[in-house]
């Protein structure tokens, strides 16, 4: 099954992202704090991170940069930091999509959907070039 794994402290949002993204198969985990995001990236395969900036501990931004050599799957930024200065540095962090709130979550659910079609691609063609 695919896992993805939302860091998102308003309790209201991550529970919406995860039942729209649940209803379409994905099995999703939550986190609320910053500070256990690479902890939970340890206990699963995960395919898809999604990032608020404003989390307690450990920033968006800090795990985003911190995170993006060591994993290769999508990273998405889904934050009320809207300012096109948050969006540049989210992106230049690495994040794969910066998503500003409020947001539609069938929107959300079709992007998620494109990054991970995009990333299995990516996957399958490099096992392909590894003769996998």
């Given at each position: 099954?695919t896992r993805i794994?939302?860091a998102?402290?308003?309790v209201e949002i991550?529970?919406?992202e995860?039942d729209y993204l649940e209803?379409?198969?994905?099995?999703v985990?939550?986190?609320?704090?910053?500070?256990?995001?690479?902890?939970?990236?340890?206990?699963e395969?995960?395919v898809?991170?999604?990032?608020d900036?404003?989390l307690?501990?450990k920033t968006?931004y800090?795990l985003?940069?911190d995170?993006?050599d060591?994993v290769?799957?999508p990273?998405?930024?889904v934050?009320?930091?809207q300012?096109?200065?948050d969006?540049?540095?989210?992106l230049g962090l690495?994040?794969?999509?910066y998503?500003?709130?409020?947001?539609?979550?069938?929107?959300l659910?079709?992007?998620?959907?494109?990054?991970?079609a995009r990333y299995?691609?990516?996957?399958?063609?490099?096992?392909?070039?590894?003769g996998?």
């Amino acid at each position: 099954m695919t896992r993805i794994l939302i860091a998102e402290d308003d309790v209201e949002i991550a529970y919406l992202e995860r039942d729209y993204l649940e209803m379409q198969g994905y099995q999703v985990d939550l986190v609320h704090d910053g500070g256990l995001v690479e902890d939970q990236l340890k206990k699963e395969d995960y395919v898809l991170l999604m990032l608020d900036v404003m989390l307690p501990n450990k920033t968006g931004y800090d795990l985003c940069r911190d995170l993006r050599d060591k994993v290769d799957f999508p990273i998405l930024m889904v934050t009320s930091k809207q300012e096109t200065m948050d969006v540049v540095r989210g992106l230049g962090l690495g994040a794969d999509d910066y998503i500003s709130k409020p947001f539609d979550p069938m929107e959300l659910v079709a992007r998620v959907k494109a990054h991970l079609a995009r990333y299995q691609r990516f996957q399958k063609d490099n096992d392909q070039q590894l003769g996998i």
